[in-house]
Structures are given as C-alpha cells and as structure tokens.
C-alpha cells in the first residue's frame, strides 16, 4: 500500500526562519506533488514534480522551492516564510502521474508568526 | 480561480438517507475524480470517472457525469455516521503555467447524524 510520509506534522515558527517540509514515499512513483489547503480555497498545488530532477510550478509557487535528487523524497523549502504562507500542507503521489489517482500524506499543519 | 465548485458547501442528513453533492467545473476535462477527507487528515480517492462514462458505481457510491453540463454527482447510499467527512472534486485541466495539474474544489462538509 501506498504510503506517504511528511514531517514535521505541525511547526509554529517565525517570520524569515527558514525551513524544509519532508516528503517521502514508500512505492518508487514518479509523480509527487505538493498542495496547500486553506479554508474557503480548497486544495491548490504548489509544486509537482514528473520524475527525478524535473519539477515545476503549479497554481501558488511564489515563496516555495523543491527538488527532487531522488525518486522517493520531495522536499518543499520555504527559504523565508511569511504569515501568509500559514497553512495545512499534503504532499501527494501517482502511480501513473496525472490523471491518475493521488495518495496523499497526512498533512504538515505550519504556522509562521 | 477554482475549477471545480462542489454544491451545497454543507449537508446535514440521518444516518441511513442517501446523500447527494454536486460539483460543476468551468473547462474540458479529461477525468473526474472524488475524494474524501476526515477532519484535518489527508484526502482519500473514492472514485475516478472519464469524460467518456456517464455514470460509475463503487459500493455505496454512485457517481455520474455529464459532460454537456459540466457537472458531477456524488450519491453515498444508506449514509453511516463514518461517511461524516469532506469531499471534494478534482478535475485534470490545465493550470496558469500550461502545465497539467489535478484541480479540487472546495468541498462539501457532509455530516451524519446517528
């Protein structure tokens, strides 16, 4: 069964500090995603990556970076993080890269004061 | 903007009605998709229809498509207090940058109540 594994699961930290949400998955799939829930937006991707050293934007990349040096983690960095990027935060995965089905990571729930 | 808008945002039903959630969505597609979420966890894919199907069925869900109207139904039959959850539809279209994405919309909180 697919797993997806992120930490840290909640952080509170501050304005500029910056910090590394981890991503990793148990099942060698190419695709991996990252999206960020807000209320009243619903899910919106940051960032997703096709394979090993390919990424790219999605629908909100500003004030994110990720890389992909190896198939099974995708990092996603905020270099200086600002309140507005307060928010729950999935990673997800595909076998078949989209259209297909998404499994998701438990969420990593950041607060930046 | 979002692609796919879920209707209503909430519904409260008795355990043992059937509950219906709409979602409309504004471009082509290619697939449609449900997926669940408990309170603050993770989302769970329930159910994948493509633009060619009109209507799929996974136990007690039950899913149709129209194409023409640019909408999706989601029916859960015979609800249990364990369907109380989120769901959201998700649809494959293109986003601002050209690049292919799966796109959610907002949700509809459904509860069930024992």
């Known amino acids: 069964e697919a797993q997806v594994t992120q930490n840290p699961r909640y952080l509170i930290t501050v304005t500029g500090k910056k910090l590394t949400v981890t991503c990793s998955q148990n099942?060698?799939?190419?695709?991996m995603s990252w999206y960020r829930q807000d209320p009243g937006l619903g899910l919106r991707q940051i960032y997703y990556?096709?394979?090993?050293?390919?990424?790219d934007k999605g629908d909100v990349p500003e004030g994110y970076k990720v890389s992909r040096k190896e198939k099974r983690n995708f990092p996603l960095i905020l270099e200086s993080p600002s309140p507005n990027q307060t928010s729950l935060y999935f990673c997800?995965?595909?076998?078949?890269?989209?259209?297909?089905?998404?499994?998701f990571g438990e969420g990593s729930r950041l607060t930046v004061l | 903007s979002q692609q796919g808008e879920e209707d209503p945002q909430a519904l409260s039903i008795q355990e043992g009605e059937n509950a219906t959630m709409n979602c409309s969505y504004k471009?082509?597609?290619?697939?449609l998709q449900w997926y669940r979420q408990n309170s603050g966890r993770g989302l769970v894919h329930l159910i994948l229809?493509?633009?060619?199907?009109r209507e799929k069925h996974s136990g007690r869900l039950r899913v149709t498509l129209d194409t023409s109207k640019k909408s999706s139904s989601l029916l859960i039959t015979a609800s249990r207090a364990a369907d109380t959850a989120s769901y959201f539809c998700?649809?494959?279209?293109?986003?601002?940058?050209?690049?292919?994405?799966?796109?959610f919309g907002t949700g509809t909180r459904l509860t069930i109540i024992p």
């Open positions: 998700a649809t494959d279209a293109k986003s601002n940058f050209g690049n292919e994405k799966l796109t």
């Open positions: 229809i493509r633009s060619n199907e």
């Open positions: 997800a995965i595909s076998r078949t890269g989209l259209p297909g089905e998404l499994f």
């Open positions: 471009t082509s597609i290619n697939n």
């Open positions: 099942m060698n799939h190419e695709y």
């Open positions: 990556s096709m394979n090993v050293e390919v990424t």
